[in-house]
């Protein structure tokens, strides 16, 4: 039996390697400065791959950024499935899905410069929070937890909340970042229908740790 993989295998696991490679490149710009007028050359080098490389991926450097953004929004979504898989109160979710983004600002910052830089015009991604958050929020009007009406209106809210507290995060680094968060949690959901008293006790619960 051979013990190496086919050429074919070989060959479409650098192709991806590269891919993810400029991927990577593209995201450190964007988190260092949210300016996309970076050379194809200069992402190239960076990426340590070819200049010819880049168009076999990719057919602009905007089509790039838009697939480095998407690569960032679904990490978080990842990091969030991961750290909030036990939890099924779908207020509890949107709350503790605040707080962590707050968190991760100090154990993640690439990641979160990337989405404080880019992340309004994907705030209606299908990938990533944005259907996460959608799911949460049809769950919560299904089961009365929420009393909103249109979940693509309260996502507009979240949203726009959600990247104003990581502008906050990097902005006021002498504000409480845990009780800035714990406070637009409890104000949003408030906003969503959740009683007042309910949304401060939800709002403060035990976060689990990012290690």
Same mark, same amino acid.
């Given at each position: =039996?051979?013990?190496?993989?086919?050429?074919?295998?070989?060959?479409? %696991?650098?192709?991806?390697?590269?891919?993810?490679?400029?991927?990577?490149?593209? #995201?450190?710009?964007?988190?260092? $400065?949210?300016? $996309? *007028?970076?050379?194809?050359? $200069?992402?190239?080098?960076?990426?340590?791959?070819?200049?010819? *490389?880049?168009?076999? &991926?990719?057919? *602009?450097? =905007?089509?790039?950024?838009? @697939?480095?953004? +998407?690569?960032?929004?679904?990490?978080?979504?990842? @990091?969030?499935?991961? &750290?909030?898989?036990? +939890?099924?109160?779908? @207020? /509890?979710?949107?709350?503790?899905?605040?707080?962590?983004?707050?968190?991760?600002?100090?154990? #993640?910052? /690439?990641? =979160?410069?990337?989405?404080? &830089?880019?992340?309004?015009? &994907?705030?209606?991604?299908?990938?990533?929070?944005?259907?996460? @958050? +959608? %799911?949460?929020?049809?769950?919560?009007?299904?089961?009365?937890?929420?009393?909103?009406?249109?979940?693509?209106?309260?996502?507009?809210?979240?949203?726009?909340?959600?990247?104003?507290?990581?502008?906050?995060?990097?902005?006021?680094?002498?504000?409480?970042?845990?009780?800035?968060?714990?406070?637009?949690? /409890?104000?949003?959901? %408030? =906003?969503?229908?959740?009683?007042?008293?309910?949304? %401060?006790? +939800?709002?403060?619960?035990?976060?689990?740790?990012?290690?």
């Amino acid at each position: =039996m051979p013990t190496s993989a086919p050429p074919a295998n070989r060959f479409e %696991r650098r192709r991806a390697e590269t891919r993810q490679a400029l991927i990577r490149a593209a #995201r450190q710009i964007l988190a260092e $400065t949210g300016d $996309t *007028s970076a050379s194809i050359q $200069t992402i190239a080098e960076r990426a340590d791959v070819g200049f010819g *490389s880049f168009y076999n &991926h990719f057919e *602009s450097k =905007m089509e790039l950024f838009d @697939a480095a953004v +998407v690569d960032a929004l679904d990490e978080l979504g990842r @990091a969030f499935d991961e &750290h909030l898989q036990d +939890v099924d109160d779908p @207020a /509890e979710l949107v709350a503790a899905g605040f707080r962590l983004s707050a968190r991760l600002a100090d154990s #993640r910052p /690439e990641l =979160m410069q990337v989405l404080r &830089h880019r992340g309004l015009g &994907h705030i209606y991604s299908d990938s990533g929070l944005a259907p996460r @958050a +959608v %799911r949460d929020l049809e769950v919560g009007i299904g089961s009365g937890r929420f009393t909103i009406a249109d979940p693509t209106v309260a996502l507009t809210a979240l949203g726009g909340s959600l990247l104003g507290l990581v502008e906050l995060r990097f902005a006021r680094t002498d504000l409480d970042g845990d009780e800035a968060a714990s406070q637009l949690a /409890e104000m949003l959901l %408030r =906003m969503l229908g959740v009683p007042p008293e309910d949304a %401060r006790v +939800v709002a403060r619960r035990p976060l689990p740790d990012l290690g």
